[in-house]
Nanobody
Framework: QVQLVESGGGLVQAGGSLRLSCAAS????????MGWFRQTPGKEREFVAA????????YYADSVKGRFTISRDNAKNTVSLQMNSLKPEDTAVYYC?????????????????WGQGTQVTVSS
């Protein structure tokens, strides 16, 4: 249904910043919610942030609130995650995801399309 491709991961020192982007194709981008998730080895994938179809509503995990900002550009079919004040515990593979059945929010349970993931490594 929806194809998602992430970019922008890499290695950064603690306190630094990275910006992840996700390009979507396959359905009208402005008709569904998008989100970012992350996963480390041996742990379940966890929610990071989500954004509604219009961008008017955003949601964040407590662990990233105030440091990360999710945004979307419906004209360019992209969703981004600006990550500031990065910490070593932010190290993970980051995935973007879509919930084509909702205009509001996406969770690990409701996501129906996933990107391939991009590695973010924060050194101390």
């Amino acid at each position: 249904q929806v194809q998602l491709v992430e970019s922008g991961g890499g290695l950064v020192q603690a306190g630094g910043s990275l910006r992840l982007s996700c390009a979507a194709s396959g359905r009208t981008f402005s008709s569904y919610a998008m989100g970012w998730f992350r996963q480390t080895p041996g742990k379940e994938r966890e929610f990071v942030a989500a954004i509604s179809w219009s961008g008017d509503n955003t949601y964040y995990a407590d662990s990233v609130k105030g440091r990360f900002t999710i945004s979307r550009d419906n004209a360019k079919n992209t969703v981004s995650l600006q990550m500031n004040s990065l910490k070593p515990e932010d190290t993970a593979v980051y995935y973007c995801a879509a919930n084509t059945k909702s205009i509001t929010i996406v969770t690990t349970r409701t996501a129906d399309s996933w990107g391939q993931g991009t590695q973010v490594t924060v050194s101390s």
